[in-house]
């Protein structure tokens, strides 16, 4: 069942964005598909509302297949009422959009809206409808309206709306549908057909195949009258079907979806691709759908479902509750949360629970915190209150954002656990669910630790719980900011879930690898473990909760080199993206205010600051929000010309904590601009360890303007030179974009003291030129930039023009319009203008 269950994106089957395929025995409803041609086309919004059974689904199947534009399919389920959930599946569906060979422009099918539910559609589906990405023409279909604000749509005229009228069977089509089923009508038997049954399409289709060959059902009375008529229709059209068919649906009927992988372990049969296809060839309510690279999905027909499992409940209420238990086990492993339903069906509380605390991880890693909390608040005592399941309660509303919920439960597993025990599997679970609940750092690193000795020293700790209790500790290491362990961590992490078929989460582990290879200094090694393309890839399919992580990773490589416009881009990107609790969506939002404000650039610093307000205000889980978020306003008020302020700000949430080396390095930073060069240096002294290349040269160059400013110029030179080995190897200019006017004059002076690194001299003084404002420097060329840069160095004419590849006429030729640009005449005067103050 893995791979007919493929995702698209995590938790979001590809059968679900697949367009249903159309029956054999679909008939033309050229009225209908004329309507909807008209409702799509007029409005930006059309909306199919019908209670069960007129064909929703079939109608907009037909119609989708002649349109001409690209057309996107979502179909809701369950689990869809956890606005997470719903999301992701929203972001998914958009993206297949965007990857049709039409491009973005053209119209999503969301099926089901029913299923979203008032919560849901209240926090996205919603504000999805209000403002689709740009381009797209919706098309909702459900039983009900779950609160996507129709009459605000209605009355400004942006949705048209199509009801079970509109959908209900003429007496024509009655006639249609009766020759393809086999079943021909005359004029008056079609008219009465549709008087008795209102032209409810499913009642229409149910009743010609319950009929013997030429026979009008003559006794069926209008569907209004009868509550259960499509069961009691339903079990007329079995004893039409061939038995071993008839036996094969009333069984299958407990699932709603199916593959015939599936229908085999279910009944254990050999035959349910031929018995599934032998349902549809009979014209049995029933979609198709194409799965590539693997075997088709089906579904039922809602109605024909439950009146499968109404009629088997009746008729065999013990069979019906051992397929739930078998289809309990054959999902377990594909969907855990949609198996453990089908047990608590099968009055098997002890499988439910089971199935539970051996997948609770996965689930809770994907973002559906809310679904795994909602299962194990079905379950009945005492399996309610297993301290393993109470632990796992515990990290799902912490995750939801409950934090006085979560601490009532962990509390009651601190009460209920034995002391003294020796460590077994309840220990890891209640190890691995404490690390979603804890805060503080410290704590937070004592339970990593003691996670991992216990996937170490307890035996048989192996499969899909080992491979995401792995990627846990390694996520856990790197929200504490220690990317050494972090990184062989979340390599076998990868490679466990890969081998379990946790794509999604391989995905996840590795892309937090990238990050931790970031952190750790090596910009150019977790690009190439990206790849070129990941940050789009991560944007169109990679899980909300976490955010778009390699949008992030991206912003933090361009901030530290240097790159500010790129690094806010990228930021926004992943900001833009959203995310769970502790998701790199919040991350992004403070260190966009901090590139924003490298870029000196009023309107990015205004988009950027209401970004901040939307960051929690406490540490979560180990990441200390308020730091990072007085970091950040640090940074915008110094840029604002506030240095009081500023430095005021840094003063309540900067302690030195070694902990925090990237904050502190910034705040550093800020604190120096500030004119607070006491406490920049209180910080720089106090980072200590083996900081990574990057933060260790910004806290050297401001070192090295401190001893310039002492008059030790030989140690000034020393610490400069320093700073330029450390930024060397990844071409790193930011720690010398500074804004001091010192450091011009300390780097153009640096080539006649001595160095190793003339080139990145020459890169960090054209960087400098380029920001300081000065309109006569802004007019030059980016090849007069280029010649502007070298002229610092210790470098001859000939040897310039050579470095950049030109003849020394040439050289001489836009040397000369340096110089009239720059308003000087010589070589020297235009080393002078590069020395101008940087304009804070």
Known sequence: MQSARAAV???????????????????????LRARLNRAVNGQRVCVLLAPAGYGKTSALT?????EDRAVAWLTLTEPDHHPEHLARGLAAAVAELARSVRGPHGVLVVDDIHFAGAMAARAVLRPFVEDPPHGIHLVLAGRSDPGIGLPRLLAGGEVAVLDAGDLSFTPEEV???????????????AAALQTLTGGWPVAVR????AASPNELPVDLVPSSQIPNLPEYLFESVLAELPHTLAEFVLQACVCDWLTATLADELLDRSDGAALLEGAVAAGLPIERRESPASEPVYRWHPLMAASGRALLQRRDPHRLRALEGRAAQALASTDPVEAAGHALKARDPALASALVRSQWLAAVLRGDSALVEELCGRLPVPYSDDPEILAIRAACLRNSGE???AGELARRVRDTVPAGAEPGMVDLTLSLARMFVIDTGAELAAEAARARSLLADIPGVSGPLRACALLLVGWTELRLRNPRSAIPVLREATASCRAEGLDDLAGRARANESFALAFGGDFRGAQAHMGTAAPEQGTAAWRRADGAIEWFTTGWIRFWTGDAVAATDAFQRAADQGGGLV???????????DAAVDTADPARIERARPELDLVADTTIQGLPWPVYKGVARAGLAMVQGRPEVAAGLLDEVITGDPQLPAANVLAAQVYWQCGEAAKALALTAGLGGELPRYLRAGAVVIEALAAHRRGERDRAHDLVEQA???CAPEELVRPFLLRDPDLTGLLAEHPAWGTHHEELVATCLARRAGGTGDHAVGVL??????????????MTTEEIAAELHITTNTLKTHLKSVYRKLGVANRREAVAALRRPVRP
């Open 781 to 794: 060329t980016a090849r007069e930039r280029q010649i502007l840069s070298q002229l610092p160095t210790t």
């Open 9 to 31: 994106a995590p938790g979001v089957p590809a059968y679900l964005v697949t367009r249903p395929t159309p029956g054999s025995r679909d008939v033309d409803r050229d009225g």
């Open 175 to 189: 006639q249609e549908v009766g020759r393809t089923l086999g079943a021909p009508l005359s004029t008056d038997q």
């Open 206 to 209: 149910l009743a010609l195949m």
């Open 583 to 593: 998701s790199y969506a919040d991350l992004a939002r403070c260190w966009l205010a």
């Open 403 to 405: 934090p006085e919920r």
């Open 724 to 726: 330029l080995a450390a």
């Open 62 to 66: 037909a119609w989708a297949g002649g």
